[in-house]
């Protein structure tokens, strides 16, 4: 329970707190995930894997992007 002097939001209305560190963790993981590409490994389920993962967090990104951009988002 929310106490007296503090208000009742749901989830969707809470704004992160910073958009820049978000934006700068999740290209980090993205390069951090396209630099094991070159690992020592020999079949190809691991590369897919961290293509696949890469690719949805740079989604993301874009998204929030362009929904700030637009107006959409705070």
Do not use: C
Request: proline letters at 4%; hydrophobic letters at 50%; charged letters at 20%.
């Amino acid at each position: 329970m929310a106490g007296h002097d503090e208000p009742v939001t749901s989830p969707d209305q809470r704004k992160p707190t910073n958009r820049k560190l978000a934006y700068t963790v999740a290209i980090a993981a993205i390069v951090t995930m396209l630099a094991y590409l070159f690992g020592n490994h020999e079949g190809r389920v691991e590369d897919l894997w961290l293509l696949g993962s890469a690719a949805v967090i740079l989604a993301a990104l874009v998204a929030d992007w362009l929904m700030v951009r637009n107006g959409l988002r705070d």
